[in-house]
């Protein structure tokens, strides 16, 4: 099916939601803990986490200026760090529940029975259930003129790893922390059947490391 | 395992790179279409589409200021346009391909055997035997000077949808249209069991719509 700029601009404000949260492809589904100055906690879902680089470790998110994301902006902006958490299969029902409406004097963990997890010297919770953790420091915000968002950068100043979820070579197995992928808005996927490629080289054809695809 | 601050610094640059690579989750593994004035084609596969509001379709991605896809930068700069077109499970191997550092006179398309497809009135190619498919129009260019690397904002002008891969809502079912998702920068995963949240309210359990998961 074909849908030109002048379809998606006539459709329903919803309908146009959905395709478009889901035209880039599989997403990260991440909780992002926060504090504010009182040592109030929240906690978030959200899908826009982007590596920017490695050296130094730094992530971007995309924080869309909507009710339910600005009391983590404001955390973020207030004590300079955020946790970054990853969605696995047996917290998918939680997470999601994290994306409704409660009111500043809520925190996400109580209403949803999450359990902060505190690392020490950093001022914002981890999420005990989460597989891979990550401690970020805040380095730059960008509101983003075009349509309002806003955009944080941060520096990743730990990462806890499942035992036994990181290989010799630094990356994480991902399926193994039982990391979810988000399509959309709201379906979470597991992930098989991993097919690790070599380092591309121009002068050799692609050559498949390991496939469990069965193809 | 914990990895602190320093612990990331004193990594080898190679491992670093695989944990920080693969520690935002799961990512989208999209290939960039674009063409320079000569009509000289361009692919290069990237990780980094993420979604900035559907009202209007924009889309960021990050583009990193290394040789391989300093080409697509150039080209989209000049063009104001390019494609993203969803890896699928069938051309894993071709795509990751594309990361090799051809000269700028070969395209990846001849070097890798994926076949240009062309849209009325849109200057870059998408790939025929990719799944979904996007045409964007450039809105704005960043170049971030935390890392140097650059953010390109795009509207989406039209988007190809394989039959039978799109609900009534507008969500894409991304595993019927064959999209994989990448773990780090060489692992790809097909998604399986999608469990369905119903949308997030305060005073409400959360719901599952649908689970297939068998959990």
Not at 39 to 49: E, K, P, V, Y
Not at 74 to 86: P, V
């Amino acid at each position: 099916m074909q849908f030109e700029s002048s379809d998606i601009k006539a459709m329903d404000a919803r309908r146009r939601a959905g395709m478009i949260n889901s035209v880039s492809g599989f997403k990260s589904a991440n909780l992002i803990g926060t504090s504010n100055a009182k040592g109030q906690t929240n906690l978030a879902i959200m899908s826009s986490a982007v590596h920017l680089g490695s050296s130094p470790p730094l992530l971007a998110l995309v924080i869309r200026p909507s009710n339910d994301q600005h009391h983590t902006l404001a955390n973020i902006l207030d004590s300079g760090c955020y946790s970054i958490n990853h969605v696995t299969s047996t917290i998918v029902e939680q997470a999601h529940q994290t994306a409704a409406r409660y009111p500043a004097g809520i925190s996400e963990f109580d209403a949803t029975g999450l359990t902060p997890l505190w690392h020490e010297g950093f001022g914002a919770p981890m999420v005990a259930e989460a597989g891979v953790k990550l401690g970020l420091s805040l380095r730059e915000h960008h509101e983003l003129a075009i349509n309002g968002t806003n955009m944080v950068i941060g520096e990743v100043v730990f990462v806890e790893v499942p035992a036994g979820c990181i290989a010799e070579d630094g990356c994480i197995d991902l399926a193994g922390a039982g990391t979810v992928a988000l399509s959309g808005l709201d379906t979470y996927y597991q992930a098989v059947a991993p097919k690790r490629m070599a380092y591309a080289k121009t002068h050799l054809p692609p050559r498949v490391l390991s496939d469990a695809s069965g193809q």
